[in-house]
């Protein structure tokens, strides 16, 4: 394919493709190789000393995660990207990578567990520290920034509360006090939002939700600035974090059909939300296109649909939400999402469980916070087995 042609999304993420072999192969096969060979001992030297774009291992590079990454860096707008074993293998290298000892980070305190439990339990050990601000309060950012800070961190929209953070004004800001400014663009994906357009220099996804969309492969991916990249690879060439060949094969393939199924998660999505709005037995319902949710014209700006995410809280807390759980019948019990089937999820004892009870709080995780990964089933069989479950709440 032409990569200075206008193609678009859809056109470039089903025709970007390694270079045919002698065969002639309408579809990129599987490269199931661990290395590569050389043609002598001047090919060899050459290639080692980088004088040589080519593969040598493929824990530096393989063809199916070059193909991989192409594709993610045509969406974004990025300038070169890095594939991992999973999404946060991409966030925890591409943290080391550009992190010294004494550097600070100033980010959301709305992070998926995982990266908040880096945050908190293993940074300091390396005494990298982390200011936490609240989203909507993105105004307080700058006075949290010292001469240590480094990287300006983010994920909007946000695990698992779908809040909204203003990239373009924290783009600014990273300009404005020379930071890296990091995005995790994992429930949006590129289909929805290209943060580079709003000032990021990083952008991060996890490839095992949306970019595989049937709960079948890890991976995860870092792309953007080539400079920052080419620091993330000489880390992961060293470290091992690499994505499987096969998982990139799948994962590449899967991006061919991104558009198409992330537009029908969106209008489930929508529906779903509608519906827990007007039930009496839910507190509250966010979803980042409904006109009720605190950042929905900011939402509209950034993104082009509001992804397949919806929480909500049912009434009653704890015991609620697990009659709400155990009366599911249809929809999967799991801590994915962006899957073909639809996901319930309890966070405060799931993906956040190892946050303390008062920081779950103060992201709006309750007892009875319930996270809806709404997949492509039909949408009246979805609500279905939603209204019997929340009517098994008494």
């Known amino acids: 394919m032409e990569k200075d042609k206008d193609f678009g999304f859809e056109t470039r993420a089903i025709r970007t493709q390694t270079e045919r072999s002698q065969f002639l192969e309408h579809s990129t096969p599987m490269y199931m190789t661990s290395s590569f060979v ?10 080692f000393a980088e004088e040589k774009e080519r593969n040598i291992y493929s824990r530096y590079a393989n063809p199916n995660s070059s193909e991989f990454i192409d594709k993610v860096c045509q969406m974004e707008g990025a300038e070169a990207g890095f594939a991992f074993a999973s999404g946060m293998a991409a966030v925890f290298s ?3 990578a550009l992190l010294d000892s004494g550097d600070h980070i100033v980010a959301s305190r709305s992070v998926f567990g995982s990266t908040y439990s880096l945050f908190q339990n293993f940074f300091p050990k390396w005494n990298i ?3 936490l601000f609240e989203v909507g309060e993105e105004a307080q950012v700058e006075a949290m920034i010292t001469e240590k800070t480094k990287i300006l961190y983010v994920e909007s929209p946000t695990n698992p509360g779908v809040d909204i953070v203003d990239m373009a004004f ?3 800001l990273a300009k404005k006090h020379g930071l890296i400014f990091i995005v995790d663009n994992c429930f949006a994906t590129p289909y929805l939002q290209q943060p580079i357009k709003f000032g ?12 595989d969309g049937q709960g079948r492969v890890l991976g995860g991916i870092t792309v953007g600035s080539a400079k920052l990249i080419d620091k993330v690879y000489r880390f992961s060439r060293i470290t091992g ?8 094969w799948v994962l590449s393939k899967s991006l061919e059909t991104l558009a198409l199924r992330v537009d029908r998660h969106c209008e489930n999505a929508l529906q779903v939300a509608k519906y827990l709005e007007g039930h009496p037995k839910v507190n509250w319902v966010k979803y980042p296109f409904l006109k009720s949710h605190p950042r929905y014209e900011l939402a509209k700006k950034q993104m082009k649909a509001g992804g397949c995410v919806v929480a ?3 009434k009653g807390g704890l015991e609620a939400g697990q009659r709400f759980f155990d009366a599911i019948k ?13 996901i319930v999820t309890h966070p405060a004892s799931t993906t956040h469980s190892k946050v303390s009870a008062e920081d779950r709080a103060s992201v709006g995780i309750t007892d009875g916070s319930v996270r809806i990964s709404v997949g492509l089933e039909h949408i009246d069989d979805i609500i279905t087995d939603i209204a019997q479950a929340l009517e098994a709440i008494t």
């Open 129 to 131: 520290a982390t200011s």
């Open 94 to 96: 591409t943290f080391a």
């Open 200 to 211: 990021a220099h990083l952008v991060i996804h996890s490839g095992t939700k949306l970019m």
């Open 312 to 314: 909500f809280e049912v």
């Open 38 to 47: 050389f043609e002598d001992a001047e090919d060899m030297r050459a290639s």
């Open 330 to 342: 249809l929809l999967s019990l799991s801590a994915n999402l962006g899957d073909s089937r639809s």
């Open 170 to 172: 924290l783009g600014d």
């Open 241 to 248: 974090p690499a994505l499987s060949p096969f998982n990139a």
